[in-house]
């Protein structure tokens, strides 16, 4: 059984404020795999306040920086599909004939992003987006790889922080 006690703010991982533990179970198995902690308030409004510190600075980046973080990010998941498929196995029972498909457009959907910026799109900050806690890691990563590239702040709670990206 797995415990997770740490969430990620303002660039590092930390632990929550928060007391209380959420039970996560393989829904395939019903099967308890693990207890995270969850954040409270007062982590809400620190995550907040480190998004709104980094949202000017990260609206300034250029074209040419936005196509560089997209392209990093697209090699760090990458090079970790096979574990993404395994976490994504055991937290929501994704099917076997899923996870192929899945663990390798996790990573693609950045360097996608990066790939259809032309000469004439020109990064406009649009405000943040939160992503729900039950979005597949698809989701979450094609959200966040459009909110990149449009010079948007994102968050979203981590279903397996760091193990699936560590």
Request: aromatic share 8%; glycine share 6%.
């Amino acid at each position: 059984m797995r415990g997770i006690d740490q969430i990620y703010i303002d660039g590092q991982f930390v632990t929550p404020r928060g007391q209380e533990l959420f039970d996560l179970y393989n829904p395939a198995t019903e099967e308890k795999i693990g207890q995270v902690r969850l954040g409270d308030e007062l982590d809400a409004r620190a995550a907040i306040a480190a998004a709104k510190r980094a949202f000017p600075a990260f609206s300034r980046t250029g074209k040419a920086e936005r196509v560089a973080m997209l392209r990093r990010l697209h090699e760090a998941v990458s090079v970790r599909a096979e574990a993404l498929a395994a976490a994504m196995t055991r937290e929501y029972g994704a099917p076997q004939y899923f996870l192929e498909f899945a663990a390798r457009r996790a990573g693609s959907v950045f360097l996608d992003m990066a790939q259809t910026w032309r000469p004439s799109i020109s990064p406009r900050p649009s405000g943040g987006r939160k992503s729900p806690y039950s979005r597949s890691a698809w989701s979450r990563r094609s959200r966040r790889g459009t909110a990149t590239s449009a010079s948007s702040a994102t968050s979203s709670r981590p279903q397996s922080p760091p193990a699936a990206l560590s």
